[in-house]
């Protein structure tokens, strides 16, 4: 659901390139920033497209519940980079003021 929202706040905002921010997970602090993937190429629409039009070996492997219908400039992903903050921790703790001069110090 956390990843549905990110790609709907894509959506809804088309001048976003990145989202960073924290969040908890399973009571663990993590820090992420992620990035839409946007169809941009009509070429993917050949197999992400509707599925009684793309190729039927394609259709009987993957079925045909998730990874179609896409549309052309349609955001339909994320990529995200996940900082657990709890096992870092420690180490940024030692380094001290060099984390903070390189704005790893940001994280806490």
């Not at 956390?2 to 969040?23: G, H, P, V």
Request: proline residues 3%; positive net charge; aromatic residues 8%.
């Amino acid at each position: 659901r956390f990843e549905a929202k990110l790609i709907e706040r894509f959506e809804s905002d088309r001048t976003l390139k990145t989202l960073s921010n924290f969040r908890l997970q399973a009571g663990e602090k993590l820090f992420y920033s992620t990035q839409p993937l946007t169809v941009i190429d009509s070429r993917c629409l050949l197999c992400h497209g509707k599925p009684d039009q793309t190729l039927k070996s394609h259709v009987q492997r993957y079925c045909t519940q998730n990874g179609y219908r896409w549309k052309l400039n349609q955001v339909v992903g994320t990529q995200k980079h996940t900082l657990h903050l709890t096992m870092h921790r420690p180490a940024m703790r030692r380094r001290g003021a060099s984390c903070r001069r390189h704005r790893i110090g940001l994280l806490y």
